[in-house]
Structure formats: structure tokens, C-alpha cells
């Protein structure tokens, strides 16, 4: 049998209402501290919640800025990011200088050997080592913020922190193992198997094929998300376990080669009646989707750090080569079409800067509910960084193109201004690629509805549960619908704080941040109204009401710690001047989605995508040859010993 029909034997057939109801049973369910982000996506502005903007302790932030101090000699003397780059490969001299200086164990505790940094410094310290190699930014980050660490922070047993944050924190490198070769978001159609054994139950043996495992081929660790059957005594479902790289039955048969992060130490790994002890287990059977998404709530942070350190760097190149390079009489940079870019870049990095601070120290307070705050700091972040990246090319012109190595062979100073573009463009699809950040966030900014309204729109509910359900919506609407008409946003003297004298005026930002976001909700609540069921197919309006919260909520971000600058830092008018132009800017593109709310092309181009896929386009294709080689779309990926090389390389 060929393998482009082998199939997969273990692959769950599962329908797309089925599908969703796995990853709504994974949702947390409940709000019990206040969230920012889902006020201002229900209409209201609560500005208590950020503002005054909340700090670190000075004990905390003296462990922080040591640590950094320390790491920043290490990427200065260390690191050389040309060489990972040339040779596709974080040497095993710089992974293990790491280890001693404690970066793998910057998120765990003291007590267990690791650095105890809070959020806001393990931020700071990614987009440091992230700006002199992002590959050695997404090892350490794997490492914590979605390997072995996480899980076990919130959800292992004392004797699972006991046996491995030790090990995690000084020697060993953890991954994280979900996707599969024909399993991307919709895990519910996950194959790798967890069977209890039958003697005496006291271990699981694992089969199935985990890709993009990033750190896999160097792990020691792995977390791995398997699916236990149903059974006497087992609960099954999707399961979380702690898997030893080095067990038997376990095989890298591939290392990963990508686009960028090309020191990324990214495979395939095969598990072959992998026996794993029952006490590897995290949490009860059935809870690996909800402890991965639960992981993924701080741990989404660690992207924007990175993404933050990226546009730091832009600016830097932008604002040196722009200086020095001139053209019709006066640097470049003073000609409005390259300023601009600089503009952007600038007011950007500020933003982006604001809404990860702010992110990180609400986790580190843990006094918020951050899970909408966390996804839209990956996926303004993400975003906003590709484009920032981007206009850095641009204004490098051909000198953007040509690599670093190639300007050095010629005698110019070696500036990787395309490599950060291809490192960057990876960071839309990890952790949950763009479209379904965009999901996932509507979700939970629909949640209020949903609750009151759920049964409204689903097909399997009785007349009587709608009829009730009627009611509690019609109770919700009338108390709520008459606060989104007028608010503080249309009161002239609102938010006088952030009107100081001698500085740019923010207070305006903050009342249209207000009016926003009532406007918002009733764009939300117009949409629920007229589509009602079908309102989860409409992804474009969905991205649509996504973006503009996330610019409302970075606009917001930058207002206040511009107001935290100005008390706390010399820097202070001119974090207010960055701020300005950043919530101008944003408003552009604000006033833009509302726009596209309401006119846009989504149902004509999905009568394309349908003409596409039916073949009616096929003469549009003609005139080319594809470069493609043979081969399935999608590898094979079923259970059985491997027939490849193991390529897996601990540190040494």
C-alpha cells in the first residue's frame, strides 16, 4: 500500500460539532477574578483594573535586574548569533553556559533550585537573549513557559515537583508534544494513544507520532498530550504525561529545518510501546487539553517578549542607518516616506512594551484574570512585529535583502535585518496561529452572551430550555444594552489625569478607548442578533471585533505606563509624545475595522474559495511549473517501531 492511502489507523473520526465540544469542555468555564479585557469587550472601560499601572517589589525587581545584568554580559561574550545562524545549531557550550547561569529554571522557584523571577523579568530576559538569537529565545521559552515546568507549577503532584523542577531548573530540557502530523487546533481527532497496561495498571504504554516537537531533539524531558481509552477504572480522554526523552521506544526521526530560527532544535518523535509510569501522569485522566490551554495562558507570554525585544532592535538599526545614510542632500530619515516607517516602529515598540509590562505584572499580582489579556499580547504582538520588521527591510532597501553575511563578505557592518523577518514570521502560527487567536478570543469575549443566551441558538435544546433561556437573555439585554448608550468617553473633562501640563494631551485617547468600547459591544451584540447560530462561520467579522480590542486594549496599555513614565523616570514627556502618536495611529486602523465590519468581501470570497477548490479556476494556473517534490501532503503517522535513525542529541 502506498503511503499516499496508508491509513491512519488510530485517526478519531470525529464531526465539527464534536470537534468544538472537546474544546469547549477544555475552556475554564468560569470568571472568578475581574478581567480587563472581557469588560472592555463587553462595552465597559475599567480603567481601576490597570491603572494606577501595578510594579514589581524591589525585592523582586533586584533579583531581576541581577539576573539580567549577568545575561546580558553572557549574550555580549557568548553568543554569536552569526554562527547559530551559519551553522543551523545552538553550540552545546552556550546551552550549557546557560545552565550555569541558571536561565532554564528563570520561572521556577527557589526552593527547587530555579531562579524564582517573576513574569515581568522572565519577559525581560527572553527578549534580551531573544535579540541575540531568537532560536536560543524559543528553546528557553519552550522550555518554561509550555515544557515540563508550567504544568507541573499548576498542576502536578508534590512528589512530580519534587522529582523533576530540580532537574528542570539546572540540567535538563524540557518540550512540549501536542501536534501531530495531521493534527494542528482541533485536537480533538488526536491518534497518540496512552493504554493503561494490565497488570495492575500502575503504567501507560504510548504509540503515535508527535511533529514540530520544538526542543524535542535535545530534550531530557517531554510533556506529551496522549489519548487514554475509555475503559473499567479509566475515565480516558485526552491525558497529560511526563515522558523520560530517553525511554525506550521513543525516536527523533527528524530534525525540523525552517524559514528562520534556524538553530531551532525542532523534529518528529515516534513513540513505540513506550511504557511511562502512571505516576507521570498530570492531573487526572481526560485533563490534558484544559492544563495545556491553562499552561498557554501565561505562557503565551513569552511570544510578545520576544516580539518586544525584536522591535527594540528595529528601531535601533532603523534609527543608526537612517542617520547615516543619505539621499538628495539629507538623511533618509527626514524624508516623510521613510520618517513614517521610523514613526511606526517607534510608537510600536512603546505599545508593545506597555501592554507586555502590564500583561506580566497582572500574572504576577495574580488579581486579574488575564487569559484575553495574555492572547491578545501574542497576537497584537506577533502581528505588530512581522510589520515592524517589515518597514526595517524596507528602509534598508537592497542592503534589508542581502544577508549579513553576504554585507560583511563586502566590507559593510553585518546587520541580519532580513533574517529577523523570517525569525519573526513564525511567531503568527506558534502557540496558535492568528486565525485561531481570533477564535479563541471571540470565544471568550462572546462568553457573556453564550451564558445568557446559549440556548437561544443551540439546535439540540428543547423549546422549554429556550424559552427559559429567552427569559434570562431578555433580563441580561434590558440591564445592559441602556449602559452601552453613554459613558465618560462623551464627557470633555474625563480622565483629566493623563492631561498634565507641559505634555501631550492622552486623556482624548482614554474617552475614545471608552466610547470604543461601547461601540464594540453593540457591534458584538448586532451581529449575535442577526446571525445567531451562525455566528461562529463568521471569522472574518469575528477577526474584525478581535483587532479592534487588542488596539483598544494596547492604546490603553500605552496610556498608562506613559503616565507611570512621567512619575517615575526622566523620560517621562516624551513616553507621553510615543503614546500620542501610537493611539493616533491606532485609531486609523480602529475606525478602519469598524468600517470593514459592515462592508467587506467575506461573502464573495467564500463563493471563490468554493470555485477554487471545485476546479472552475484551474486555467489560472496554467503557465507555471510547480517546484514541488513527490510525496503526500500529510506524512503518515501510524503507530508501529520506527524504521529511521534516531537523531536525537542531548546536550553534552
Given at each position: 500500500?502506498?503511503?499516499?492511502?496508508?491509513?491512519?489507523?488510530?485517526?478519531?473520526?470525529?464531526?465539527?460539532?464534536?470537534a468544538?465540544?472537546?474544546?469547549?469542555?477544555?475552556?475554564?468555564?468560569?470568571?472568578?477574578?475581574?478581567?480587563f479585557?472581557?469588560?472592555?469587550?463587553?462595552?465597559?472601560?475599567?480603567?481601576?483594573?490597570?491603572?494606577?499601572?501595578?510594579?514589581?517589589?524591589d525585592?523582586?525587581?533586584?533579583?531581576?535586574?541581577?539576573?539580567?545584568a549577568?545575561?546580558?554580559?553572557?549574550c555580549?561574550?557568548?553568543?554569536?548569533?552569526?554562527?547559530?545562524?551559519?551553522?543551523a545549531?545552538?553550540?552545546?557550550?552556550?546551552?550549557?553556559g546557560?545552565k550555569?547561569?541558571?536561565?532554564?529554571?528563570m520561572?521556577?522557584?527557589?526552593?527547587?533550585?530555579?531562579?524564582?523571577?517573576?513574569?515581568?523579568?522572565?519577559?525581560?530576559?527572553?527578549?534580551l537573549?531573544?535579540?541575540?538569537?531568537?532560536a536560543?529565545?524559543?528553546?528557553?521559552?519552550?522550555?518554561?513557559?509550555?515544557?515540563?515546568?508550567?504544568?507541573?507549577?499548576?498542576?502536578?503532584?508534590?512528589e512530580?515537583?519534587?522529582?523533576?523542577?530540580?532537574?528542570?531548573?539546572?540540567?535538563?530540557?524540557?518540550a512540549?508534544?501536542?501536534?501531530?502530523?495531521?493534527?494542528?487546533?482541533?485536537?480533538?481527532r488526536?491518534?497518540?494513544?496512552?493504554v493503561?497496561?494490565?497488570?495492575?495498571g500502575?503504567?501507560?504504554?504510548?504509540?503515535?507520532?508527535?511533529?514540530?516537537?520544538?526542543?524535542?531533539v535535545?530534550?531530557d524531558?517531554?510533556?506529551?498530550?496522549?489519548?487514554?481509552p475509555?475503559?473499567?477504572?479509566?475515565?480516558?480522554?485526552?491525558?497529560?504525561?511526563?515522558?523520560?526523552a530517553?525511554?525506550?521506544?521513543?525516536?527523533?526521526?527528524?530534525?525540523?529545518?525552517?524559514?528562520?530560527?534556524?538553530?531551532?532544535?525542532?523534529?518528529?518523535?515516534?513513540f513505540?510501546?513506550v511504557?511511562v509510569?502512571?505516576?507521570?501522569?498530570?492531573?487526572?485522566e481526560?485533563?490534558g487539553?484544559?492544563?495545556?490551554?491553562?499552561?498557554?495562558?501565561t505562557?503565551?507570554?513569552?511570544?510578545?517578549?520576544?516580539?518586544?525585544?525584536?522591535?527594540?532592535?528595529?528601531?535601533?538599526?532603523?534609527?543608526?542607518?537612517?542617520?547615516a545614510?543619505?539621499?538628495?542632500?539629507?538623511?533618509?530619515?527626514?524624508?516623510?516616506a521613510?520618517?513614517s516607517k521610523?514613526s511606526?516602529?517607534?510608537a510600536?515598540?512603546?505599545?508593545?512594551?506597555?501592554?507586555?509590562?502590564l500583561s506580566?505584572?497582572?500574572?504576577?499580582?495574580?488579581r486579574n484574570?488575564?487569559?484575553?489579556?495574555?492572547?491578545?499580547?501574542?497576537?497584537?504582538?506577533?502581528?505588530?512585529?512581522?510589520?515592524?520588521?517589515?518597514?526595517?527591510v524596507?528602509i534598508?532597501?537592497?542592503?534589508?535583502f542581502?544577508?549579513?553575511?553576504?554585507?560583511?563578505a563586502?566590507?559593510?557592518?553585518?546587520?541580519?535585518?532580513?533574517?529577523?523577518?523570517?525569525?519573526?514570521?513564525?511567531?503568527?502560527?506558534?502557540?496558535g496561529?492568528?486565525?485561531?487567536?481570533?477564535?479563541?478570543?471571540?470565544?471568550?469575549?462572546?462568553?457573556?452572551?453564550?451564558?445568557?443566551a446559549?440556548?437561544?441558538?443551540?439546535?439540540?435544546?428543547?423549546?422549554?430550555?429556550?424559552?427559559?433561556?429567552?427569559?434570562?437573555a431578555?433580563?441580561?439585554?434590558?440591564r445592559?444594552?441602556?449602559?452601552l448608550?453613554?459613558?465618560?468617553?462623551?464627557?470633555?473633562?474625563?480622565?483629566?489625569?493623563?492631561?498634565?501640563?507641559?505634555?501631550?494631551?492622552?486623556?482624548?485617547h482614554?474617552?475614545y478607548?471608552?466610547?470604543t468600547?461601547?461601540?464594540?459591544?453593540?457591534?458584538?451584540?448586532?451581529?449575535?442578533?442577526?446571525?445567531q447560530?451562525?455566528?461562529?462561520t463568521?471569522?472574518?467579522f469575528?477577526?474584525?471585533?478581535?483587532?479592534i480590542?487588542?488596539?483598544?486594549?494596547?492604546?490603553?496599555?500605552?496610556?498608562v505606563?506613559?503616565?507611570?513614565?512621567?512619575?517615575?523616570?526622566?523620560?517621562?514627556?516624551?513616553?507621553y509624545?510615543?503614546?500620542?502618536?501610537?493611539?493616533?495611529?491606532s485609531?486609523?486602523?480602529?475606525?478602519?475595522?469598524?468600517g470593514?465590519?459592515?462592508?467587506n468581501?467575506?461573502?464573495?470570497?467564500g463563493?471563490?474559495v468554493?470555485?477554487?477548490?471545485?476546479?472552475?479556476?484551474?486555467?489560472?494556473?496554467?503557465?507555471?511549473?510547480?517546484?514541488?517534490?513527490?510525496?503526500?501532503?500529510i506524512?503518515?503517522?501510524?503507530?508501529?517501531?520506527?524504521?529511521r535513525?534516531?537523531?536525537?542529541?542531548?546536550?553534552r
Amino acid at each position: 500500500m502506498s503511503l499516499l492511502s496508508a491509513p491512519h489507523s488510530t485517526q478519531p473520526k470525529v464531526s465539527e460539532r464534536e470537534a468544538r465540544q472537546v474544546a469547549e469542555a477544555a475552556r475554564e468555564q468560569d470568571w472568578r477574578k475581574p478581567s480587563f479585557a472581557k469588560e472592555l469587550f463587553l462595552g465597559r472601560f475599567r480603567l481601576d483594573l490597570i491603572h494606577p499601572h501595578p510594579l514589581p517589589s524591589d525585592e523582586a525587581a533586584q533579583r531581576g535586574e541581577e539576573f539580567l545584568a549577568k545575561l546580558r554580559d553572557f549574550c555580549e561574550t557568548k553568543i554569536d548569533g552569526a554562527r547559530i545562524e551559519r551553522e543551523a545549531l545552538i553550540p552545546d557550550e552556550v546551552v550549557n553556559g546557560l545552565k550555569e547561569l541558571g536561565a532554564l529554571g528563570m520561572k521556577i522557584d527557589t526552593k527547587y533550585g530555579g531562579l524564582g523571577l517573576t513574569q515581568v523579568y522572565y519577559n525581560k530576559a527572553l527578549a534580551l537573549v531573544g535579540s541575540a538569537n531568537p532560536a536560543i529565545g524559543a528553546l528557553l521559552s519552550a522550555h518554561q513557559s509550555i515544557g515540563v515546568p508550567q504544568p507541573l507549577k499548576l498542576f502536578g503532584t508534590q512528589e512530580q515537583r519534587d522529582a523533576f523542577l530540580p532537574r528542570c531548573a539546572r540540567t535538563d530540557i524540557s518540550a512540549f508534544l501536542l501536534t501531530e502530523p495531521d493534527v494542528g487546533s482541533d485536537p480533538a481527532r488526536l491518534a497518540t494513544t496512552a493504554v493503561p497496561d494490565g497488570d495492575g495498571g500502575d503504567h501507560y504504554v504510548l504509540d503515535g507520532v508527535k511533529l514540530w516537537t520544538t526542543n524535542g531533539v535535545v530534550a531530557d524531558l517531554l510533556v506529551v498530550m496522549a489519548r487514554v481509552p475509555k475503559s473499567e477504572g479509566h475515565k480516558g480522554g485526552i491525558t497529560a504525561f511526563v515522558v523520560e526523552a530517553a525511554a525506550e521506544g521513543v525516536t527523533v526521526e527528524n530534525r525540523n529545518a525552517f524559514m528562520g530560527l534556524r538553530g531551532l532544535e525542532n523534529g518528529v518523535t515516534r513513540f513505540h510501546q513506550v511504557r511511562v509510569p502512571a505516576a507521570n501522569r498530570i492531573g487526572p485522566e481526560g485533563a490534558g487539553l484544559k492544563i495545556a490551554l491553562t499552561t498557554l495562558n501565561t505562557g503565551r507570554l513569552s511570544l510578545p517578549a520576544m516580539c518586544v525585544g525584536a522591535g527594540k532592535w528595529c528601531l535601533k538599526i532603523a534609527r543608526e542607518w537612517s542617520s547615516a545614510r543619505e539621499q538628495w542632500g539629507r538623511p533618509v530619515a527626514y524624508h516623510e516616506a521613510v520618517g513614517s516607517k521610523i514613526s511606526f516602529i517607534a510608537a510600536t515598540t512603546f505599545a508593545l512594551e506597555a501592554v507586555l509590562d502590564l500583561s506580566s505584572q497582572m500574572a504576577d499580582e495574580d488579581r486579574n484574570d488575564i487569559r484575553i489579556e495574555a492572547a491578545l499580547a501574542k497576537l497584537y504582538g506577533s502581528e505588530m512585529a512581522c510589520l515592524m520588521a517589515d518597514e526595517l527591510v524596507q528602509i534598508r532597501g537592497g542592503r534589508g535583502f542581502e544577508t549579513a553575511e553576504s554585507l560583511a563578505a563586502r566590507g559593510e557592518r553585518a546587520v541580519p535585518a532580513e533574517q529577523i523577518l523570517r525569525d519573526l514570521r513564525i511567531n503568527r502560527i506558534f502557540e496558535g496561529s492568528t486565525e485561531i487567536m481570533h477564535l479563541l478570543i471571540a470565544r471568550e469575549a462572546v462568553d457573556a452572551h453564550l451564558k445568557v443566551a446559549g440556548d437561544l441558538i443551540d439546535p439540540d435544546k428543547t423549546l422549554s430550555d429556550k424559552a427559559r433561556a429567552g427569559a434570562a437573555a431578555g433580563a441580561f439585554y434590558a440591564r445592559w444594552l441602556p449602559k452601552l448608550v453613554a459613558g465618560p468617553g462623551q464627557l470633555p473633562r474625563s480622565y483629566a489625569d493623563f492631561n498634565p501640563a507641559g505634555h501631550a494631551d492622552l486623556s482624548g485617547h482614554l474617552r475614545y478607548v471608552e466610547r470604543t468600547a461601547r461601540k464594540l459591544a453593540r457591534s458584538t451584540f448586532y451581529a449575535m442578533s442577526r446571525w445567531q447560530g451562525r455566528m461562529e462561520t463568521k471569522q472574518g467579522f469575528l477577526g474584525r471585533i478581535v483587532d479592534i480590542g487588542a488596539e483598544l486594549f494596547a492604546m490603553s496599555a500605552a496610556c498608562v505606563r506613559a503616565e507611570l513614565l512621567r512619575t517615575t523616570e526622566e523620560y517621562g514627556r516624551e513616553a507621553y509624545q510615543l503614546a500620542d502618536t501610537f493611539c493616533r495611529q491606532s485609531r486609523i486602523r480602529v475606525d478602519e475595522l469598524f468600517g470593514r465590519l459592515w462592508t467587506n468581501t467575506d461573502d464573495l470570497d467564500g463563493k471563490v474559495v468554493k470555485g477554487v477548490l471545485s476546479g472552475t479556476y484551474t486555467w489560472l494556473e496554467q503557465g507555471v511549473v510547480d517546484p514541488s517534490g513527490d510525496g503526500p501532503w500529510i506524512a503518515d503517522a501510524t503507530p508501529g517501531p520506527s524504521t529511521r535513525e534516531n537523531v536525537h542529541r542531548p546536550i553534552r
